[in-house]
């Protein structure tokens, strides 16, 4: 929590202090001061298998549920959070359930942040667009077991069968005596109650909820976020703490060969300068190394950073250039590689051609550039560590804290602030270690704070890639056989000896479980080194390979002089529900889901593409310079279609007059935050495809901030976003992901929409270097 001192922000850790435990029948009681709270949780341990997945995550599924509930003795009903806010609304959308369930006012909700704890929150890393799809039941159990007990509670209180109560909203009645008891009043009797097991609870019908299902515009954290009263990593503080800033290698894998800090030293407000070691390539989420320059401020660390004169020994990698390793990847794809599907006879299928068709597809590597850029305090004392930080990964974090200082896991302590943007880079907590390493070292608190340049050069980017499509069409237009070599570095690469192939997992995003009724597929990995460090990125591997099969399947229509939708659609072949059959030695990843409850269904596939067609408009007749693009993806378990509109002007200007985009998510707890995040990934996918590359040469990153790695401005974002939620609303159905499957449609069907007003394509990301070629006529 934080309290206002004489001007200054202090955040203080309030966990271990000003409270008495008390544990009654599998319940827990927390008084803090003179208020009582009851914390009721679900501890019975739960043997049903969980209906909604986790068996594939890190750490476990806790679907006993351990997400807890509060309730003050004056009403206020507190909701435990364990997954990271970063601009998604997860606490928002986590709290609908719980007080749904529960029956609580929302009025009187408070949402609170669980802090790093694997062995009583099960996996808490907010990635993988998860949040929901793998908690709902579980959330739904939690509120539904503390309305159980509070209804128990009042049921022994007036000495009346449970059965004759029911709770309403934030209070509970007895019908026939009209009687009533707030939640406050009943709170410490419900805690002292047995738990009730799992199959004993009754959960909601879907007609009963006032908050599932409903849009829930105003976010709990909104009124701080725009006060400027929310706390994001970069704003934590504790008395007397210092402040750093790191000098990296430019290079990955680069370690200091000296450094001279005479000068640096001696500017006012430096405290000391410090060598940190390098890992090992590869170096995992543990740090880079450098030098590192503590002070009594960030300004100053920074001005005597660039002050530091080091040497690098710049190590394996200094001899990376994209441009060359783009060539590279381009000759792997002109042999065979590793075999990941080999249906039919591809071969044969091209021999009896009567078209054959073939492109290739690049996207260069992309850097997360989150708003906030990384920063945690950390404040190492009697053998125990804490750590405040902007993090998407609490537990990977406290382990690899351990793992650097050399203590037990037990004696480390992360919370979680806000995120000013996480986009899969705040998984990684290098930058959590950094600080802790630095407090240990200067025996104070250290905030450690990225600079927008640190965050550029130094990031886990996303994989470059490379596509090489041949497709034999018959008279009829038909697609009878596909070849597809996809190369790419691994993510892999960065935790273990690379490689060099995509992994079970990246293949999963849209190359396996490609969905098209072709009778002869022969998907192919050719080997790819990585020379940098790769991670994950909102939607990772489904942006390339999206972009390149959309793209291809709207050549492939054009080719076959056909109508780019009743094309795909066909691709699509019959309604049917499957799980990919792959070449021998290959296994498919489904997004750690059980593919009996999440196979690939070309009926869903089908819907998103018909409904973002009709309300598109698709087909309507535009003027000269206007063309509408259409592109079609399933990622994370959830099947979305964009249609962008786009004008291209004399001079090759380009601009987006509109962009609709439908999703079929199952059902959904929060519509409105739905809506926002198919906002969201339109404006990032346009940006992205318009302008997002990190490009190497002699192994450094060659864009250092935003006059170089350009986000897309106000004004050349889409005039009108419209999002079409196509969803079951029978909540027994398992939810899918939302916060990264709208991106990957978004690349492929901008430039499906320039080639539609132009009559150029696009095959190569960013667009920014080709829009005058596009126009003039030139070779895109």
Known sequence: MSREN????IVVNESRRGFVLGFGAGSLVLAFGGGALARLAHAQENKEAPKYGGAGMANGLRDD???????GADGTVGIFCIRSEMGQGVRTSVAMVVADELGADWARVQVKQAPGDEPKYGNQNTDGSRSLRQSFAALRRAGAAARAMLEAAAAAAWAVDVGEVKAGVHEVVHAKSGRKLGFGELAAKAAALPVPKADTLKLKAPSEFRYIGKDRTRLIDGADIVSGRAQYGIDARLPGMLYAVVARSPVYGGKVASFDAAGADKLPGVVRIVQLNATPVPSGFQP?????????????????????????????????????????????NRKPGKRIRDDGDVDQAFAAAAKKVGADYYTPHLAHATMEPPAALAQVKDGRCEVWACTQAPQESREQVAKALGIDIGQVTVNVTLLGGGFGRKSKPDYVVEAALLAKELGKPVKLTWTREDDLVNDYFHAVAHSH??????????????????????????FAPDPKHESAGELG??????PFAIPNVRIENPEAAAHTRIGWFRSVYNIPHAYAI???????????????????LELLGPDRQFAPQLAAGNAWWNYGEDPAQYPVDTARWRRVIETVAKESGWGRKLPKGRGLGLAAHRSF?????????????????????RVDIAIDCGPQVNPERVRAQMEGAAIQGIGLARYGEIS????????????????????????????HLVAPDDYSQPLGGVGEPGLPPIAPAFVNAIFAATGKRIRDLPIRSQLAAAKTGKAA
């Not at 549920?65 to 309730?71: G, N």
Request: hydrophobic fraction near 40%; proline fraction near 3%; charge should be neutral.
């Open 637 to 657: 378990v959830t099947y979305t279609a964009a249609v962008c509109e786009v004008e291209v002007g004399d001079d090759g200007a380009i601009t987006v007059p």
């Open 550 to 568: 959309q793209s291809f399947v709207a050549e492939l229509a054009h080719a076959a002089g056909r109508d780019h939708k009743e094309f795909l």
């Open 6 to 9: 004489s001007s200054r922000l």
């Open 509 to 514: 995003q849209g190359i396996s479980d490609m």
């Open 65 to 71: 549920p351990r997400l807890f509930v509060e309730i």
């Open 696 to 723: 190497f040469k002699a192994g450094r990153a060659e864009q250092t901030n935003f006059h170089q790695f350009q986000i897309l401005r106000i004004n050349e974002a889409p005039r009108e976003i419209r999002v």
């Open 469 to 494: 499509f041949e497709a034999a069409l018959d008279k009829s237009g038909k697609v009878t056989g596909w070849l597809h070599r996809i190369a790419a570095p691994s993510i892999s690469s960065t």
């Open 288 to 332: 880079l190394g450098g030098v590192a320059v503590v002070a009594d401020n960030t300004g100053s660390a920074i001005k005597a950073r660039a002050q530091l004169k080091i040497q690098w020994d710049a190590g394996s990698n200094s001899s990376y250039d994209s441009t060359a390793y783009r060539k590279q990847l381009e000759a792997a």
